[in-house]
């Protein structure tokens, strides 16, 4: 193959993994005859040992790149900062840990070839060695996401896929600061071809999610793709407005017949009212927040030194 591979992959605390990462992506690389190749590997401010472990690789090989930032900057910021810096007509993105197999590299390629397709996105048949719970939020948050949200997507899909150089350059041209990265591919559009794969399990340390940063990553996808939330507020205010009209009306009546005042429901309402109105503002405080963060225009990652960038080696 003349066209030049790259493969994109973020890291953070993955000293235990990333040079199996690296020595598989490589071997199904030259197993391929893919000797046009590049491998960006972001370190995404590991405390550990990654970037020496990397160091040493982009020594041996000028083909492996490295971007390291200065701090953490999250999962979605390390994938931009590797599609940032890839240069190849084919990009492939993979997590570092190994769940998504570089051997489908081959099977994706000629799947993108023969469909005459922009992307080819992964999707997961199964998911070995995920707690029910967490397929089960997972699954929860992609219907309540495509509900709220203005386009449909894919179900079950990571950032596991192939994107030619269009496609790219597409991606590239997005100035949002605050990206999730599988929901703006399906944004952008293209001719794009799921790709079934069995999902492995992580092969060593830990996932650096935890149900808070889950739910974190959910509130902020949804806020920042889908502006129904506050419709949705707006309804309920019209909602608000005519039920306490009701009531009005019915407390009017009652105490002309009755004459009993009723202090629970009173209390009960004024709480059922103040709650919503805080829910409310929290809503318009989530877009107030997304708002902030991007009219700062600070950059989204700070790199603090590459590696055999900008270096073309075909061997
Ligand atoms: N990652 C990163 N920065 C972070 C957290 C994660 O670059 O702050 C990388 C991590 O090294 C891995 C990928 O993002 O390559 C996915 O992370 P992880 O495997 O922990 O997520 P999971 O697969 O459990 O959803
Ligand atoms: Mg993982």
């Excluded at 390291?68 to 590797?82: D, I, K, L, P, V």
């Excluded at 000629?110 to 699954?139: F, H, P, Q, W």
């Excluded at 009306?249 to 017949?257: F, L, Q, T, W």
């Amino acid at each position: 193959m003349k066209k030049k591979i790259s493969v994109v992959i973020p890291a953070y605390n993955e000293e235990e993994i990333i040079s199996r990462t690296i020595d598989r992506v490589l071997a199904v690389l030259e197993k391929n005859n893919y000797s046009n190749y590049e491998i960006v590997v972001v370190n995404d401010g590991s405390s550990d040992k990654t970037i020496q472990i990397l160091n040493n690789y982009s020594i041996k090989n000028t083909n492996v790149k490295i971007v390291n930032f200065s701090r953490n900057f999250g999962h979605e910021a390390a994938t931009t900062a590797g599609l940032h810096h890839a240069e190849g007509e084919y990009i492939f993105i993979i997590d570092a840990d190994l769940q998504d197999p570089p051997e489908l590299f081959p099977e994706m390629i000629k799947k993108m070839i023969e469909t005459e397709a922009d992307v080819v996105y992964g999707v997961r048949n199964s998911r070995k060695g995920e707690s029910l719970l967490k397929k089960a939020t997972s699954r929860g948050f992609y219907r309540t996401f495509n509900m709220l949200s203005d386009f449909k997507f894919p179900v079950d899909t990571g950032d596991f896929r192939l994107l030619n150089r269009k496609v790219l350059a597409a991606f590239n041209n997005l100035s949002e600061k605050k990206k999730y990265v599988r929901g703006l591919f399906s944004w952008l559009g293209f001719t794009q071809e799921p790709f079934y794969y069995d999902r492995e399990e992580r092969s060593a340390g830990v996932s650096k999610y935890n149900y808070r940063k889950l739910l974190r990553l959910a509130l902020d996808v949804i806020f920042s793709f889908s502006k129904k939330p506050l419709k949705i507020a707006f309804s309920l205010g019209i909602f608000c407005i005519l039920t306490s009209l009701a009531l009005l009306i019915y407390v009017m009546v009652s105490k002309a017949i009755y004459a009993v005042p009723g202090w629970a429901s009173t209390v009960t309402i004024i709480v059922f009212f103040g709650g919503i109105q805080m829910f409310m503002i929290g809503v318009l405080g989530e877009y107030l927040s997304i708002i902030f963060d991007e009219v700062k225009k600070r950059p989204e990652y700070i790199v603090k030194e590459t590696f055999n960038i900008g270096k073309n080696n075909e061997k």
